[in-house]
Protein backbone atom coordinates (compact mmCIF):
# COMPACT_ATOMS: atom_id res chain seq x y z
CA UNK A 1 0.00 0.00 0.00
CA UNK A 2 1.41 3.26 -1.08
CA UNK A 3 1.38 5.93 1.99
CA UNK A 4 -1.02 8.26 0.30
CA UNK A 5 -3.29 5.15 -0.27
CA UNK A 6 -2.86 5.32 3.64
CA UNK A 7 -4.79 8.67 3.27
CA UNK A 8 -7.64 7.65 0.78
CA UNK A 9 -8.19 4.93 3.38
CA UNK A 10 -8.40 7.31 6.55
CA UNK A 11 -10.47 9.60 4.50
CA UNK A 12 -13.19 6.68 3.74
CA UNK A 13 -13.05 5.21 7.11
CA UNK A 14 -14.06 8.87 8.73
CA UNK A 15 -16.55 10.05 5.81
CA UNK A 16 -16.44 13.44 6.72
CA UNK A 17 -18.62 16.44 6.03
CA UNK A 18 -16.41 19.04 4.15
CA UNK A 19 -17.51 22.23 3.09
CA UNK A 20 -16.43 23.78 -0.52
CA UNK A 21 -17.27 28.02 -0.62
CA UNK A 22 -16.60 27.98 -4.11
CA UNK A 23 -19.02 26.04 -5.45
CA UNK A 24 -19.20 27.54 -8.92
CA UNK A 25 -15.74 27.16 -9.90
CA UNK A 26 -16.07 23.75 -12.54
CA UNK A 27 -13.08 22.16 -10.65
CA UNK A 28 -14.43 21.95 -7.71
CA UNK A 29 -17.99 20.70 -8.45
CA UNK A 30 -16.19 17.65 -10.39
CA UNK A 31 -13.82 16.88 -7.47
CA UNK A 32 -17.13 17.22 -5.22
CA UNK A 33 -18.33 14.54 -7.49
CA UNK A 34 -15.29 12.17 -7.44
CA UNK A 35 -15.04 12.06 -3.59
CA UNK A 36 -19.03 11.32 -3.15
CA UNK A 37 -18.44 9.03 -5.91
CA UNK A 38 -15.64 7.15 -3.82
CA UNK A 39 -16.84 7.34 -0.92
CA UNK A 40 -13.68 9.82 0.26
CA UNK A 41 -16.15 12.53 1.59
CA UNK A 42 -19.24 14.14 1.87
CA UNK A 43 -18.89 17.06 0.14
CA UNK A 44 -21.33 19.95 1.16
CA UNK A 45 -21.57 22.79 -1.81
CA UNK A 46 -21.63 26.83 -0.68
CA UNK A 47 -24.17 29.23 -2.37
CA UNK A 48 -27.51 29.53 -4.15
CA UNK A 49 -28.76 26.45 -4.92
CA UNK A 50 -29.81 27.91 -8.61
CA UNK A 51 -26.59 29.33 -9.19
CA UNK A 52 -24.50 26.19 -8.42
CA UNK A 53 -27.41 24.03 -10.46
CA UNK A 54 -26.51 26.62 -13.33
CA UNK A 55 -23.14 26.36 -13.32
CA UNK A 56 -23.17 22.31 -12.97
CA UNK A 57 -25.15 22.54 -16.17
CA UNK A 58 -22.84 24.79 -18.28
CA UNK A 59 -20.45 21.91 -17.19
CA UNK A 60 -22.53 19.60 -18.36
CA UNK A 61 -22.61 18.25 -14.60
CA UNK A 62 -24.57 16.71 -12.31
CA UNK A 63 -25.25 18.00 -8.56
CA UNK A 64 -27.98 17.26 -7.55
CA UNK A 65 -27.28 14.74 -5.63
CA UNK A 66 -25.00 16.64 -3.69
CA UNK A 67 -26.33 19.17 -0.43
CA UNK A 68 -26.07 22.77 -0.36
CA UNK A 69 -25.91 24.93 2.38
CA UNK A 70 -27.09 28.69 0.77
CA UNK A 71 -25.68 31.46 3.26
CA UNK A 72 -28.64 33.31 2.09
CA UNK A 73 -31.38 30.87 2.79
CA UNK A 74 -30.08 29.06 5.95
CA UNK A 75 -32.34 28.60 8.74
CA UNK A 76 -29.37 28.68 10.83
CA UNK A 77 -28.37 32.24 10.02
CA UNK A 78 -29.06 33.91 13.73
CA UNK A 79 -26.33 31.56 15.20
CA UNK A 80 -23.96 31.98 12.52
CA UNK A 81 -24.51 35.96 12.86
CA UNK A 82 -24.01 35.37 16.72
CA UNK A 83 -20.88 33.00 16.16
CA UNK A 84 -19.03 35.87 13.75
CA UNK A 85 -20.02 38.40 16.50
CA UNK A 86 -18.41 36.39 19.10
CA UNK A 87 -15.25 35.44 17.38
CA UNK A 88 -14.81 38.98 16.71
CA UNK A 89 -15.64 40.28 20.07
CA UNK A 90 -12.58 42.63 20.40
CA UNK A 91 -14.06 44.27 17.52
CA UNK A 92 -17.97 44.87 18.27
CA UNK A 93 -18.83 44.03 15.18
CA UNK A 94 -22.44 45.42 14.78
CA UNK A 95 -25.13 43.04 13.70
CA UNK A 96 -25.94 44.65 10.31
CA UNK A 97 -22.62 44.27 9.83
CA UNK A 98 -22.42 40.26 10.57
CA UNK A 99 -25.32 39.64 8.82
CA UNK A 100 -23.46 40.97 6.04
CA UNK A 101 -20.13 39.17 6.52
CA UNK A 102 -21.82 35.90 6.69
CA UNK A 103 -23.23 36.11 2.95
CA UNK A 104 -19.70 35.49 2.40
CA UNK A 105 -19.34 32.04 1.14
CA UNK A 106 -15.97 31.75 2.51
CA UNK A 107 -17.16 32.97 5.95
CA UNK A 108 -19.76 31.22 5.98
CA UNK A 109 -17.83 27.84 5.42
CA UNK A 110 -15.67 28.59 8.25
CA UNK A 111 -18.30 29.81 10.36
CA UNK A 112 -20.04 26.08 9.63
CA UNK A 113 -17.11 23.95 11.57
CA UNK A 114 -17.37 25.67 14.79
CA UNK A 115 -21.57 25.33 14.50
CA UNK A 116 -21.04 21.72 13.68
CA UNK A 117 -22.79 21.97 10.08
CA UNK A 118 -19.57 20.46 8.56
CA UNK A 119 -15.84 19.01 9.97
CA UNK A 120 -13.53 20.34 7.30
CA UNK A 121 -13.34 23.06 4.82
CA UNK A 122 -11.04 23.13 1.26
CA UNK A 123 -11.22 26.88 -0.26
CA UNK A 124 -8.65 28.41 -2.04
CA UNK A 125 -9.44 27.87 -6.49
CA UNK A 126 -10.76 31.17 -6.84
CA UNK A 127 -9.47 32.84 -3.97
CA UNK A 128 -6.10 34.33 -2.72
CA UNK A 129 -4.22 32.37 0.22
CA UNK A 130 -4.10 35.34 2.30
CA UNK A 131 -8.01 35.87 2.10
CA UNK A 132 -8.12 31.67 3.26
CA UNK A 133 -5.67 32.13 5.68
CA UNK A 134 -7.25 35.47 7.40
CA UNK A 135 -10.87 33.98 7.50
CA UNK A 136 -9.82 30.53 8.71
CA UNK A 137 -7.66 32.36 11.55
CA UNK A 138 -10.42 34.56 12.48
CA UNK A 139 -13.23 32.13 12.54
CA UNK A 140 -12.00 28.82 12.77
CA UNK A 141 -8.99 29.21 14.76
CA UNK A 142 -5.77 27.87 16.67
CA UNK A 143 -5.98 24.99 18.63
CA UNK A 144 -4.83 26.13 22.05
CA UNK A 145 -2.03 23.36 22.83
CA UNK A 146 -0.07 25.26 19.97
CA UNK A 147 1.85 28.16 19.55
CA UNK A 148 1.40 28.89 16.41
CA UNK A 149 -0.59 27.54 12.84
CA UNK A 150 2.05 26.02 10.64
CA UNK A 151 1.29 23.93 7.47
CA UNK A 152 3.31 20.56 6.00
CA UNK A 153 4.01 19.28 2.84
CA UNK A 154 4.18 15.24 2.41
CA UNK A 155 6.49 14.13 -0.34
CA UNK A 156 6.02 11.13 -2.51
CA UNK A 157 9.27 10.15 -3.71
CA UNK A 158 10.19 7.88 -6.27
CA UNK A 159 9.98 3.65 -5.87
CA UNK A 160 13.17 3.68 -6.15
CA UNK A 161 14.02 6.51 -3.96
CA UNK A 162 17.14 5.25 -1.84
CA UNK A 163 15.95 6.64 1.10
CA UNK A 164 12.43 5.97 1.27
CA UNK A 165 9.43 6.45 -0.34
CA UNK A 166 7.35 9.21 1.38
CA UNK A 167 8.99 12.37 3.68
CA UNK A 168 6.62 14.68 5.32
CA UNK A 169 8.65 18.36 5.78
CA UNK A 170 7.61 21.36 7.18
CA UNK A 171 7.13 24.75 7.31
CA UNK A 172 7.35 25.37 3.84
CA UNK A 173 4.23 27.81 2.99
CA UNK A 174 2.86 29.80 6.59
CA UNK A 175 5.29 30.76 9.14
CA UNK A 176 8.37 33.23 7.58
CA UNK A 177 10.57 33.22 10.65
CA UNK A 178 9.62 30.66 13.85
CA UNK A 179 11.39 31.31 17.23
CA UNK A 180 12.29 28.06 19.38
CA UNK A 181 9.32 28.15 20.72
CA UNK A 182 6.82 27.68 17.66
CA UNK A 183 9.80 25.58 15.81
CA UNK A 184 9.22 22.88 18.92
CA UNK A 185 5.46 23.66 18.03
CA UNK A 186 5.52 23.16 14.50
CA UNK A 187 7.70 20.06 14.90
CA UNK A 188 5.17 18.44 17.16
CA UNK A 189 1.93 19.47 15.02
CA UNK A 190 3.98 17.92 12.01
CA UNK A 191 5.05 14.84 13.88
CA UNK A 192 1.06 14.19 15.36
CA UNK A 193 0.09 15.00 11.69
CA UNK A 194 2.62 12.66 10.15
CA UNK A 195 0.79 9.95 12.74
CA UNK A 196 -2.47 10.78 11.63
CA UNK A 197 -2.40 10.90 7.90
CA UNK A 198 0.48 8.19 7.33
CA UNK A 199 0.66 5.69 10.50
CA UNK A 200 4.37 7.05 10.68
CA UNK A 201 6.11 6.70 13.88
CA UNK A 202 7.92 10.33 14.28
CA UNK A 203 11.74 10.56 13.38
CA UNK A 204 12.28 14.14 13.15
CA UNK A 205 15.03 16.06 11.99
CA UNK A 206 15.41 19.42 13.00
CA UNK A 207 17.23 20.75 10.13
CA UNK A 208 20.10 23.39 10.06
CA UNK A 209 23.60 24.28 8.39
CA UNK A 210 25.22 22.93 11.52
CA UNK A 211 25.15 19.34 12.86
CA UNK A 212 25.70 18.50 16.79
CA UNK A 213 27.62 22.08 17.52
CA UNK A 214 30.10 21.87 14.41
CA UNK A 215 28.90 25.85 14.02
CA UNK A 216 28.46 28.69 16.29
CA UNK A 217 25.60 31.06 15.18
CA UNK A 218 22.08 32.55 16.59
CA UNK A 219 20.77 30.48 14.24
CA UNK A 220 21.90 27.11 15.25
CA UNK A 221 20.90 28.22 18.76
CA UNK A 222 17.31 28.68 17.87
CA UNK A 223 17.45 24.94 16.34
CA UNK A 224 19.16 23.62 19.23
CA UNK A 225 16.48 24.92 21.35
CA UNK A 226 13.58 24.44 19.40
CA UNK A 227 14.76 20.05 19.89
CA UNK A 228 15.27 20.27 22.91
CA UNK A 229 11.93 21.88 23.79
CA UNK A 230 10.13 19.37 21.00
CA UNK A 231 11.87 16.41 23.27
CA UNK A 232 11.07 17.54 26.43
CA UNK A 233 7.20 17.58 25.01
CA UNK A 234 7.63 14.37 23.10
CA UNK A 235 10.11 11.97 24.79
CA UNK A 236 9.04 8.67 23.51
CA UNK A 237 9.39 10.38 19.38
CA UNK A 238 13.01 10.89 18.24
CA UNK A 239 13.88 14.35 17.41
CA UNK A 240 17.05 14.87 16.26
CA UNK A 241 19.11 18.36 15.93
CA UNK A 242 20.48 20.64 14.88
CA UNK A 243 21.53 18.59 12.04
CA UNK A 244 22.36 19.12 8.60
CA UNK A 245 20.44 17.43 5.74
CA UNK A 246 22.83 14.73 4.80
CA UNK A 247 22.91 13.25 8.19
CA UNK A 248 19.32 13.52 8.79
CA UNK A 249 18.91 11.21 5.77
CA UNK A 250 21.62 8.89 5.39
CA UNK A 251 22.21 7.47 8.73
CA UNK A 252 26.01 6.33 8.10
CA UNK A 253 26.46 10.34 8.00
CA UNK A 254 24.59 10.23 10.80
CA UNK A 255 26.53 7.93 12.68
CA UNK A 256 29.59 10.05 11.81
CA UNK A 257 28.29 13.92 12.46
CA UNK A 258 26.14 12.56 15.53
CA UNK A 259 27.51 9.53 17.25
CA UNK A 260 25.96 9.98 20.51
CA UNK A 261 22.07 10.45 18.62
CA UNK A 262 22.38 8.39 15.52
CA UNK A 263 20.07 5.48 14.72
CA UNK A 264 20.02 3.08 11.83
CA UNK A 265 16.52 4.51 10.29
CA UNK A 266 16.60 8.38 7.84
CA UNK A 267 14.35 10.89 9.43
CA UNK A 268 10.84 10.63 8.14
CA UNK A 269 10.18 14.10 9.19
CA UNK A 270 12.14 17.31 8.06
CA UNK A 271 11.78 20.61 9.94
CA UNK A 272 12.95 23.87 8.13
CA UNK A 273 14.42 26.64 10.68
CA UNK A 274 12.31 28.99 8.37
CA UNK A 275 10.36 29.93 5.32
CA UNK A 276 13.27 30.59 3.26
CA UNK A 277 14.44 27.39 3.67
CA UNK A 278 11.48 25.19 3.74
CA UNK A 279 9.69 26.77 -0.01
CA UNK A 280 12.83 25.86 -1.74
CA UNK A 281 13.70 22.72 0.11
CA UNK A 282 10.34 21.50 -0.67
CA UNK A 283 10.84 22.37 -4.92
CA UNK A 284 14.29 21.26 -4.93
CA UNK A 285 13.03 18.43 -3.75
CA UNK A 286 9.25 18.08 -6.26
CA UNK A 287 11.46 19.38 -9.30
CA UNK A 288 15.24 17.89 -9.00
CA UNK A 289 13.91 14.60 -6.91
CA UNK A 290 10.75 13.70 -9.02
CA UNK A 291 9.00 13.81 -6.03
CA UNK A 292 4.94 14.62 -6.13
CA UNK A 293 4.63 17.37 -3.47
CA UNK A 294 0.97 17.41 -1.70
CA UNK A 295 -0.06 20.42 0.34
CA UNK A 296 0.60 22.86 1.66
CA UNK A 297 -1.69 21.48 4.29
CA UNK A 298 -2.44 23.21 7.54
CA UNK A 299 -2.29 21.94 10.96
CA UNK A 300 -3.03 23.34 14.68
CA UNK A 301 -6.40 24.69 13.97
CA UNK A 302 -9.45 23.69 15.54
CA UNK A 303 -10.72 22.30 12.38
CA UNK A 304 -9.14 21.38 9.38
CA UNK A 305 -9.11 23.78 6.80
CA UNK A 306 -7.02 23.69 3.51
CA UNK A 307 -6.15 25.96 0.70
CA UNK A 308 -5.66 25.09 -3.00
CA UNK A 309 -3.52 27.17 -5.42
CA UNK A 310 -5.40 28.73 -7.94
CA UNK A 311 -3.92 26.64 -10.70
CA UNK A 312 -4.87 23.46 -9.03
CA UNK A 313 -6.57 20.64 -11.05
CA UNK A 314 -9.85 19.13 -10.03
CA UNK A 315 -7.57 16.09 -9.24
CA UNK A 316 -5.64 18.12 -6.40
CA UNK A 317 -8.64 19.46 -5.17
CA UNK A 318 -10.17 15.84 -4.50
CA UNK A 319 -6.56 14.65 -3.15
CA UNK A 320 -6.61 17.71 -0.67
CA UNK A 321 -10.00 17.02 0.54
CA UNK A 322 -9.28 13.74 1.12
CA UNK A 323 -6.44 14.67 3.26
CA UNK A 324 -9.12 17.25 4.86
CA UNK A 325 -11.37 14.43 5.90
CA UNK A 326 -8.53 12.11 6.88
CA UNK A 327 -7.56 14.95 9.32
CA UNK A 328 -10.29 15.28 11.28
CA UNK A 329 -10.55 14.24 14.43
CA UNK A 330 -12.22 10.49 14.63
Known amino acids: MSAFDQVLNAARAHKRRIVLPESLDERILIAAIDVEKRGLATPILVGGAKEIHAAAASFNLNVDHLEILDPLQSADQDAYVQSLIEKRAPRN ?6 IEACKNPLTFACLSLGLG ?7 GAMTATADVVRNTL ?4 KKTEVSVVSSFFIMLLNDSHPVRDVIVIA ?10 DELASIAISTGQSAK ?7 NIGMLSFSTNGS ?18 AKPDWRIIGEIQLDAAVVPPIQHRKFPEEAC ?5 ILIFPNLDAGNIGYKLIERFGGAQALGPILQGLQHPVNDLSRGCTSDDV ?3 IAITAAQCEP
Request: glycine residues 4%.
Open 117 to 123: KADGCVA
Open 264 to 268: DSPCN
Open 93 to 98: IPVEKA
Open 171 to 180: DCALVIEPDA
Open 318 to 320: TNI
Open 196 to 202: TLLNLDP
Open 138 to 141: RYVG
Open 215 to 232: ARHAAVTKVRDACKRAQQ
